[in-house]
């Protein structure tokens, strides 16, 4: 499976980096204006932290499926691997479908419901973006959009795959990967509860306080 990073924030990327097996960082428009620092920076920054391995994402700010070409066309000129992130509106198929035909690599982005998600698949969109989280807060399922876009991407788009996105829990993540989503990204606070459990720092605790007791240091 993949792992992402959902952020813009560098200095979250490197340490979350260097704990976790990230293959890459996702970014969207609202990611970027939070920084206040112009795309290109941040992206060149966030390349040299995951290395020229790692993946990065950027999506088209553009809402017409001309600019939307110009600007992967840019954002690829300048980042060779990159994804482009593209809405996936009527402009967004006409952008996704041309752009795969250029060899430039999309994911299909602001996905609310599984048709729209295989249609962008469809398109030739190597990943596919349901937003797990705004689906569930506004009363929808997400892990049902996911379940249902999952059975239809195998079924009908093999070469595409899910890459789940907007989550607020680590459970939400963990439902789809188990629904066989291959790909998430995660946002930083969200990663951190994956990695911090007052449980498991209890448990710590106790360990290192019962040593102490026994034999004064933490050492053998
Ligand atoms: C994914 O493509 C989006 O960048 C992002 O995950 C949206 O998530 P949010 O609901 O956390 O903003």
Known sequence: MELYLDTADVSSVKRLHSILPIKGVTTNPSLIAKEKKPLFDILAELQAVIGVDGQLFAQVIANNAQDMIKQAQALTKRFPSLVVKVPVTAQGLIAIKSLTELGITTLGTAVYGAGQGLLSALAGAKYV???????????GSGIDVVNELQTLLTLHAPSSMMLAASFRTPRQALDCLLAGCEAITLPVDVAELFISDPAVDAAIDKFENDWKKAFGKLTF
């Open 129 to 139: 973006a349901p937003y797990v989280n705004r689906i569930d807060a506004q009363s």
